[in-house]
């Protein structure tokens, strides 16, 4: 912990210092390329995620790791109040010092573990965010605790948001695809090699975006980052916990009434097809197109769901589908109770 707070001190003094990144960048490097992220691909990842965030309606949000405080700068604005903790303030120190910072807008330095009822500022939140943050933590035991910690946090109807999570499912390929990158002209032999060691001196938290929910019995929506082609696109998902809301429904993809392969007989057909059915019914089975060699880019279906990058959702039982749905996130404070889903039904996957 001591560590990361030392890296993250030193990224957020130093980072543009040192001309890694544009200010309020630092840090955030390409995963694939090892060089800074673009300025573009980030803000636009930081409008998608604020925006995916406000269609939960929050009221009171805290904010668990939160860096230099893109979310916060935005989403801090517009909600009753915002609690923002990190290992470190340096990232936003800008903010902490400014004094016409809005009294709503609160900052404290602190760890995970360390959030409890009586740290808080005020009301319970009905938005926990950590977003980009977990792969830090040291283990899994470690994010076992902090989560049993935070569900309990929640207001009733609350969200927690576990954004940029690593996909553990398309682990494999990640690494393979950064070893070829490092040596495109290595045989199966070498790459097997490169991988390997690239697996061992992987310290960052990957998880199937499953796990968290189930292991803390809470129902679980996973969505696919609607974003340009990046490893940020690839390799990531947003996960939202809902405790209290039906945990029968854990291990279910979302309802959806056409399969993308019954949709017609070419890519061509079936895009045109999933555009028009899309206007009140979902499709599931879609390949994602950052993936496969066809199908469509998850940014690109969130052009096609009338909800927008809420109906782009990870199907649990292939990592390379989609399941797009018509239907807005749920806003906090709506559980299990508020009658927003339809029946879970018969209809799911079924052909036309
Ligand atoms: C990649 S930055 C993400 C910042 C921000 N959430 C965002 O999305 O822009 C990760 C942040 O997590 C913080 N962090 C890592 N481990 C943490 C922990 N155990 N408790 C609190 N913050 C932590 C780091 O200090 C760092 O600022």
Known sequence: MDAWTTVYEEIYTDGHGRGTAAPGLEGWVDALSGRPLPAETMWQWRDATVDRLRGLRPERVLDVGAGTGMIARVLGQEVQSYHAVDLTLAGVKDLVED???????????CAAHELGARSLPGDRPDLIILNSVVHYFPDRDYLGEVLANLLDLLAPGGVLFLGDLRDARRDPRRLRERALRSEPWAG??????????????????????????????????????????????????DVLLRPGDDPARLDH???ATHRWENLGDDEQARASAARRV??????????????????????????????????VHMSRHSPDRLILTTEPLIPTGHGAHAGHRKQAGDQTGKPQ
């Open 99 to 109: 004094p016409e910072r809005p009294a709503s807008l609160t900052f404290d330095r």
């Open 253 to 255: 993809d979302p309802e």
């Open 188 to 237: 199966p032999e070498r790459l097997d090699e490169l991988v390997a060691d690239l697996a061992r001196r992987d310290g960052e938290l990957a998880l199937d975006p499953w796990e968290p929910g189930d292991a803390h019995k809470v129902r679980t929506t996973v969505l696919a980052r609607c974003l340009q082609d990046s490893d940020l696109a690839r390799y990531r998902v």
């Open 278 to 311: 899309l206007r009140d019914e979902g499709v599931v089975d879609v390949p994602d197109g950052l993936l496969c060699p066809f199908g469509p880019s998850a940014l690109e279906a969130a052009g096609w769901t009338p909800v927008g990058s809420a109906g």
